[in-house]
């Protein structure tokens, strides 16, 4: 139990990582915070980590918005008394366009969610996790490892939230705070499954043939399912992690070396 009794705020909370994060830490011991646009949503997944036997607490909240924002933090606070744990998870997909083309608005709205929103959460949350000695960990991804044509937008929010995690973990750390990312590749989940459905009707062929060319450029030959990169999330939020901060953990099946 990695994780027992800690408080564990997860801020976006998705039908993919997100909720796998939520329900693995639920299994590792953790209370959670549930975070994320959608109430309906967050109620389902919080009934899933009530199952698990651990307390919940969904909070319907717009993380771009600084109001709502504190909101979170207030409510999390009232409802359990400390934070232990921030894992940001928030994403919006940027347009997926050269960085020559794409619209400077379109950037700008990419980094207030995949970016700002984490610093945001970081920033409210600091006084408590100095507090508990908690941690922080910021799920980015492996279009840090490369420079595919159309990527560039993703690229850049993500290497910007890289940033941000590594000089948070500069200025936190002598106060006791560590701060980590976790870098998945693709993961196999439904949103996946979609595209590679929608490859293989356009290229007329079987979906299972687009997983297995995939699948081939990895090391071990397969994707990595929501629960093998929420367990590399735990494993940072843990004390096994208690010398490890400015990282940035790869979960990819070995798809890149880094």
């Not at 693995?24 to 959670?32: E, F, I, L, T, Y």
């Not at 006084?127 to 159309?150: F, T």
């Amino acid at each position: 139990m990695l994780l027992t009794e800690k408080i564990v705020v997860v801020a976006g909370v998705g039908p993919g990582l997100g909720q796998a994060i939520a329900v693995r830490a639920a299994q590792a011991g953790a209370h959670v915070v549930l975070a994320a646009r959608t109430g309906s949503f967050l109620n389902g997944v919080a009934g899933k980590v009530r199952a698990a036997g651990q307390r919940a607490l969904a909070v319907p909240t717009d993380l771009t918005d600084g109001e709502s924002s504190a909101a979170l933090v207030r409510a999390a606070l009232a409802e359990f008394g400390r934070v232990d744990v921030l894992v940001s998870n928030a994403f919006e997909m940027p347009p997926m366009r050269g960085l020559g083309t794409v619209e400077l608005a379109d950037l700008r709205s990419s980094f207030e969610v995949n970016v700002l929103a984490a610093l945001r959460m970081t920033r409210l949350l600091t006084p408590a996790l100095v507090e508990s000695g908690g941690n922080v960990v910021m799920v980015n991804s492996a279009v840090l490892r490369h420079s595919r044509l159309a990527f560039g937008p993703y690229k850049l929010a993500k290497a910007a939230l890289l940033a941000a995690a590594q000089n948070l973990a500069t200025e936190l750390g002598p106060r006791g705070v560590r701060v980590n990312s976790v870098a998945p590749g693709w993961i196999w989940a439904d949103s996946l499954r979609l595209w590679f459905d929608y490859q293989a009707s356009q290229r007329g062929v079987p979906p299972q043939q687009i997983y297995d060319e995939v699948a081939a450029t990895t090391d071990l030959g397969r994707l990595p399912v929501p629960d093998e990169v929420a367990d590399a999330v735990l494993f940072l939020s843990s004390g096994l992690a208690r010398g490890i901060t400015g990282q940035c953990l790869d979960v990819n099946c070995g798809e890149f070396h880094h």
